[in-house]
């Protein structure tokens, strides 16, 4: 599947952001998917996760509370609902896909070598 995220933006703190993934070529329905990012100079890193049903969920203790990862799969779309935005969220985020069933996540779910499908990248950028 090829993966397209979109959504980015530039906020002021305390601000919200919607980042969508879509896929074309494929579904998701058989994927946990996630969303990592990665500022200048620093490495990719993991934001949130949700399992191929929608009904497991896992997140970066930084994002725990103000974020919420969420999928149509009607539209074969994930989305990453971003509230109390901070100038540390700035990053380029990323979605990705790994072909997996699990009803319930866990921790591996936080490595990037765990997915194998990766979208472009989307620029979030919140001043302060």
């Known amino acids: 599947v090829q993966l397209q995220a979109s959504g980015g933006g530039s906020v002021q703190a305390g601000g919200s952001l919607r980042l969508s993934c879509a896929t074309s070529?494929?579904?998701?329905?058989?994927?946990?998917m996630g969303w990592f990012r990665q500022a200048p100079g620093k490495e990719r890193q993991f934001v949130a996760a949700?399992?191929?049903?929608?009904?497991?969920?896992h997140y970066a203790d930084s994002v725990k509370g103000r974020f919420t990862i969420s999928r149509d799969s009607a539209k074969n779309t994930v989305i990453l609902q971003m509230n109390s935005l901070k100038p540390e969220d700035t990053a380029v985020y990323y979605c990705?896909?790994?072909?997996?069933?699990?009803?319930?996540?866990?921790?591996?779910?936080?490595?990037?070598?765990?997915?194998?499908?990766w979208g472009q990248g989307t620029q979030v950028t919140v001043s302060s």
């Open positions: 949700i399992n191929y049903s929608g009904e497991s969920t």
């Open positions: 070529g494929g579904t998701l329905n058989m994927h946990t």
């Open positions: 990705a896909a790994a072909h997996s069933t699990a009803r319930r996540l866990d921790i591996e779910v936080r490595y990037k070598s765990k997915y194998r499908q």
